[in-house]
């Protein structure tokens, strides 16, 4: 036992130690009743001696007492160091001239002490060498007597021992959860609970209490500066170390360093570095393992890869411990504390079958207990650029001319030019080269005519009267604090979008409150409730317009910006004709569409929550939990009769009388108006059980919940709606009308629909976990979920689902030795999670609708029946590995995946008899793997401070089983990630999911420019041949890769210096291909779009030197464009690298006290800033094939108070 004493006085004095020497009167006393004991004839004739002396010996004790009080408060300076209890009270005794009597047992004690004494009284110094030792004193004359006394321990440590109670905070105020409490020099401690709480007990007066906990400084004390209060004990984050503390499962919350399972953690600073009005996208390019896809102008993301065919292979949102059900749209940001990414089994598999593609859980911000009432106010403006329209490789109004020229010199016009019945549009140009053909035009006036259309771009009028710079406003403000039963969170936000296309608008207004009672100790009764409301505007027509417009020369205004007519759908001569004859003008203003058009969406949301957690004993808690959400979407499109879609409409339904036009469709506008809700119940009960002494720590915890999700829908179309009225007119949708000019007969349209889906779940889980001396972790999960949508046999309806983990802190063994590198640990975990394709279930579903010609109910089936079907399930081996290096300076981890997933729901081959050709069904298995990296490093930590964060993902999938074997190659040509539609997705066996597949390329042919393949190992120009399966199977295609990124990460690098703070995040993406497009000769003579690789086009021989373009020819090959657009020399690799975004703040520290304002921070965000390399030649974004995101700039305020 080793004892270390620091005492100080204002003034030295003397000391002395006690020594053997000399004996007390009681000693001899002793020694003289031992000798009578010894000598009983003695007795009797020493009796009147030893009566007298112990007389005369009593009254010098009296006498003694009080001058032995008066040497124990004599004067000690004296200083030792590590010496033995003999040793120290021998000089003690030397040093003061005081002779210590004292046992053989004191001698021998292997105690040892360190003193630094000056000045102090020697009754003070020997309690102190004493404390905690089995030995008492007194003092008897000149003299100090030690005596072995075992109950001294016991009485000292029921004195000076006592019980600890507080918190462990940040710097911010939030609990700690996790941290731990130990007594130095021994394995006595405890750990803070979620509210951030700790007890502990049995704590002696001279103990000094170590706290500690991963991302924050270490920080130790002395239990003597402790009184009877709560302690509220600040950490201060460590630069250069880990932020994140703990992570969220959404049903508990794990302190990073007990966790086995794969997690991100992100939190709040690092969530709001971007600016945006979602929460999902300020994830892009700071989480590893998630990848976002928004090529086709929707916002995908995926975690470590896929493991499903057709089923959503998106994550699982978890907001506040329940499943999110609503629109991503709705979460204000601003309300958001933090998120975890939950990517292996062990993470996610307590969320059973829709965790299969990971989960990321969304925790809100909340009040906290014995705080002052705090205000936080955000606002920030976002301004966008208008988007490069010229990106887009559009063939040139010039090309396009030569091309019109071209076919209509071959009488490619001819037909349409005589055509009396449809009357189908002909274009300017035609136009012209028809007068001059008629003779109503010279040539020279035709050729002017059509040179002042070649330098007419219609992208200019694009970006002059369909769009606009957007502006985002943000404005939040939330208000949090309580007392000791008390905490509260009241927030409120306004987003008013101006969105980049004129007409377009998105206003967001969302409320919440959260607070928490505690009507006794151990006892919180929780409610939330979140409302948002959002309304979007979607007036611009330029969809419309880009999908109806034909030739790119059209001017949409004159030089006074007045509107002008473009062709569409009919002959200008027809128009003129039929507007004579009594029909609406069919003349289409693209410009005045604007504001003839309404397209509404208004969005409500309600989520309330209310939850009951009571602390039954120290080590058990219960909670149970219950929330609704209910979303409603009502979609209102409205056309004014004046609108191009009303006179079209209208007239299509009108019949020529002779004198007059009978119009069979009223005038008035048109209404579509659809209505569709979402409600949910979701309900949990669980129990806990928390267990911390010692070595070891328990935390388990197991519970059921059943949730249901109700889906609705309805819609109609309402003809001559009066909106001022509010009625429309009465229509025979059963009657066929002829329709004008074409001839053709139909009805007019009843698209009435109703719709519901009613999906059920009940599931009992439970997880437990186990540390075993703050060193070795286990973990275990297991969860059953049972539907309604599977298998009508027991054992299909309902899936076992478990997970393993073990966590290895190998840096805190006692061989452990390598100071360069302060952590070391290791953690493997293997599990199953799920993944549920709604589109399929169990049971007969069919479509219900009314027949074209006999005006009968009539359904078709959707899905047969399969009582077989079951979840899918996927199997996730996690390896991994978190390091320290270098003080802190270097951190970050390594994780190693493999994933199997079996039971996928896949397309199997059907008995025709049946009726139907093939359905779906358990018939596919998948395999991916791949790994993570994190590295951290502080690189400079001075009056500058710089830090980066680099982070790289590698994932990749593939198909190993597929029962239906490829029939058709063509399906393959069509990259099915982009739009997802089952219809184009085929797997291959061996190879991912989405792959890009091409016909090998045998170059341009010499002589005529047509493109080459290879038929039977031949060159070869016979395209219908070549496309044959049998002709060219699978394995003979040229497999470039995979068609989503294998390997992506980024590159954050932050720079403080005082209040200043500036960063950048460079985004890169490597391991894809991608098939660019080119010139589609059909498509372009047919549907009049055209590419701008026209005018590097094979014209003569030679040119298959330096262009891989096929020369024009007429007619144009369907079959020769197809290979062409097929081949392997339109694929690109899809690497690149871009700057992500750059962010610019100043955070003032100091501010006026009559200000009122805690804190408050300016910055400047920028983002979508473009690419910084790409492996194409051709300047060709992969991530926005058709247009790239505009760049953005934001400016806004933060302030505390």
């Known amino acids: 036992m080793k004892k270390t004493l620091l005492l100080h006085a204002e003034k030295g004095g003397c000391g002395s130690l006690y020594s053997l020497s000399t004996l007390s009167y009681l000693h001899r006393i002793q020694f003289l009743a031992s000798s009578f004991g010894r000598k009983v004839m003695l007795i009797m004739k020493w009796s009147v001696f030893i009566i007298g002396m112990i007389c005369y010996t009593s009254s010098a004790l009296i006498a003694e007492e009080v001058k032995g009080q008066s040497l124990l408060e004599s004067k000690v300076t004296i200083q ?517 058009t309404s397209k509404k969406s208004s969005l409500e949301n309600i989520r309330a929550s209310t939850s009951v957690a009571w602390k039954i004993t120290k080590h058990f808690k219960i909670k149970g939990q219950y929330l609704f959400e209910n979303q409603g979407v009502v979609n209102e499109t409205l056309r004014g009769q004046d609108s191009y879609y009303v006179r079209n409409l209208v007239n299509n339904f009108s019949e020529p009388t002779g004198d007059g036009v009978n119009r069979n469709l009223p005038l008035g506008d048109i209404l579509y108006f659809s209505q569709n809700s979402i409600l949910s119940h979701n309900g949990r009960f669980q129990g806990e059980y928390n267990y911390f002494e010692g070595d070891h720590f328990i935390t388990a915890l197991a519970g059921v919940e059943a949730r249901q999700v109700d889906g609705a829908g309805y819609g109609n179309v309402y003809y001559g709606y009066d909106r001022q009225l509010g009625t429309s007119a009465n229509i025979d949708h059963v009657g066929y009308y002829r329709l004008y000019p074409s001839g053709n007969y139909t009805n007019i349209s009843d698209e009435t629909t109703i719709q519901g889906t009613s999906d059920r779940f009940r599931s009992y889980f439970s997880n437990i976990a186990y540390t075993y001396k703050d060193r070795y972790t286990f973990s275990a999960s297991g969860r059953i979920d049972q539907s309604n949508l599977f298998g009508v046999n027991s054992n299909q309806r309902s899936v076992p689902l478990w997970s393993v983990g073990s966590k290895w802190d190998v840096n805190k063994e006692g061989f452990y030795n390598l100071d360069w590198l302060s952590q070391l640990t290791l953690r493997a975990t293997y599990g199953y999670s799920g993944n549920i394709d709604n589109s399929v279930t169990a049971y007969t579903t069919a479509n219900f609708t009314t027949a074209t010609y006999t005006f009968r109910q009539s359904a078709f089936i959707v899905n047969p029946p399969n009582p077989n079907l079951r979840w899918e399930k996927s199997g996730m081996l996690n390896l991994g590995l978190d390091f320290k290096a270098l003080e802190g300076r270097i951190w970050g981890s390594f994780e190693y995946f493999k994933r199997n997933a079996t039971d996928i729901i896949g397309q199997a081959p059907l008995n025709p008899t049946v009726g139907l050709l093939s359905y779906r069904g358990n018939v596919a298995d998948m395999s991916g793997k791949g790994w993570d990296l994190v590295l951290n490093s502080t690189n400079i930590n001075s009056r500058i401070n710089w830090q980066t964060q680099f982070q790289l993902s590698h994932a990749t999938d593939k198909v190993t089983n597929y029962e239906v074997k490829a029939t058709t190659i063509s399906n393959l040509f069509t990259d099915a990630s982009i739009s997802r539609a089952p219809v184009y997705v085929q797997p291959i066996e061996g190879r991912p999911l989405f792959g890009i597949y091409s016909y090998p390329w045998a170059g341009l042919n010499p002589e005529t420019g047509a493109p080459q393949g290879y038929l039977n190992g031949k060159v070869s120009t016979d395209y219908s041949s070549i496309f044959l399966l049998e002709n060219t199977p699978i394995e003979d295609l040229v497999y470039h890769g995979p068609a989503m990124p294998t390997l992506f990460g980024a590159l954050r690098n932050t720079f403080e210096y005082r209040g200043w703070a500036f960063s950048f995040n460079i985004a890169c993406r490597f391991g894809y291909y991608f098939r660019r497009s080119s010139i589609n000769y059909s498509s372009l003579f047919q549907n009049r779009t055209g590419h701008k690789d026209y005018a590097t086009r094979w014209k003569e021989p030679g040119d298959e030197m330096h262009t891989n373009v096929p020369s024009l020819i007429y007619p144009a090959s369907t079959n020769r464009d197809l290979f062409y657009g097929r081949s392997e020399v339109l694929v690109e690799k899809g690497d690149h690298i871009r700057l992500q975004d750059i962010n610019l703040s100043y955070h003032f520290k100091e501010l006026p006290s009559r200000w009122k304002i805690q804190g408050a921070k300016i910055y400047i965000y920028a983002n979508n800033l473009g690419l910084l390399w790409t492996a194409n030649e051709h300047g060709i974004d992969p991530d926005f094939p058709q247009i790239p995101l505009p760049r953005t700039i934001s400016f806004g305020i933060n302030a505390s108070f």
Request: charge should be negative.
């Open 80 to 596: 030792l160091k590590e010496q033995t209890l003999k040793s120290a009270l021998d000089q003690i005794s030397k040093a003061s001239g005081i002779s210590f009597v004292y046992s053989g047992k004191l001698a021998r004690s292997k105690a040892t002490v360190s003193l630094t004494a000056e000045g102090i009284p020697l009754r003070k110094v020997l309690d102190d060498i004493l404390k905690g030792l089995p030995f008492s004193y007194q003092s008897l004359g000149s003299e100090i007597l030690f005596q072995y006394d075992p109950d001294q321990i016991k009485e000292s440590n029921t004195l000076l021992e006592k019980e600890i109670k507080g918190k462990i905070l940040t710097s911010n105020g939030l609990p700690i959860v996790g941290a731990s409490i130990q007594i130095k020099g021994t394995h006595k401690g405890t750990f803070t609970d979620k509210e951030g709480a700790f007890t502990l007990t049995g704590v002696q007066e001279d103990d000094v209490l170590v706290i500690s906990m991963i991302g924050f400084e270490r920080k130790e004390i002395e239990s003597s500066d402790v009184g009877g209060e709560s302690l509220s004990i600040s950490l201060k984050e460590s630069i250069g170390e880990m932020e994140a503390f703990t992570v969220s499962t959404g049903y508990e919350s794990i302190p990073e360093e007990r966790a086995t399972g794969s997690f991100e953690h992100v939190d709040n600073q690092l969530l709001n570095r971007q600016v945006s009005t979602d929460v999902i996208g300020r994830l892009k390019a700071i989480a590893p393992s998630i990848l976002f896809d928004e090529r086709d102008g929707e916002t995908r993301l995926t975690i470590r890869g896929r493991s499903t065919i057709f089923g959503d292979d998106s994550p699982l949102i978890i907001l506040d411990n329940f499943p999110y059900e609503g629109d991503l749209d709705n979460i204000n940001p601003n309300d958001i504390e933090s998120i975890s990414v939950l990517k292996d089994a062990a993470a996610a598999s307590i969320w059973g079958v829709r965790a299969g593609n990971g989960v990321i859980v969304i925790t809100t911000k909340q009040g906290k207990n014995n705080l002052p009432p705090s205000l936080e106010f955000n606002s920030n403006l976002t301004i966008g650029e208008k988007p490069d329209l010229f990106y887009r490789p559009q063939m040139s109004s010039s090309d396009f001319i030569d091309v019109e020229t071209f076919l209509f010199e071959k009488g490619y016009y001819d037909a349409d030019l005589t055509n009396s019945e449809t009357y189908p549009m002909i274009t300017p140009v035609v136009e012209i080269l028809e007068k001059g053909r008629q003779g109503e035009i010279s040539p020279e006036e035709a050729v002017r005519s059509i040179d002042n259309l070649r330098d007419v771009d219609i992208r200019n009028d694009y970006l002059k009267h369909f769009y606009r710079p957007s502006t985002k406003q943000q404005y939040a403000l939330n208000l949090k604090g309580g007392n000791e039963n008390y905490r509260y969170f009241f927030s409120a936000g306004y987003d008013k979008n101006l969105l980049e296309e004129k007409g377009n608008d998105y206003e967001r207004i969302s409320l919440r409150s959260s607070q928490t009672f505690t009507p006794f100790k151990d006892f919180d009764i929780t409610g939330s409730i979140t409302y948002t409301r959002s309304m979007r505007n979607d007036n611009n027509t330029l969809n419309d317009a880009r999908q109806n417009i034909e030739y790119p020369y059209a001017k949409l205004a004159d030089s006074e910006g007045l509107p002008l007519s473009v062709l569409r759908d009919y002959r200008s001569s027809f128009i003129k004709n039929s507007l004579q004859e009594g029909f609406l003008n069919w003349s289409y203003y693209p410009l005045d569409e604007i504001n003839l």
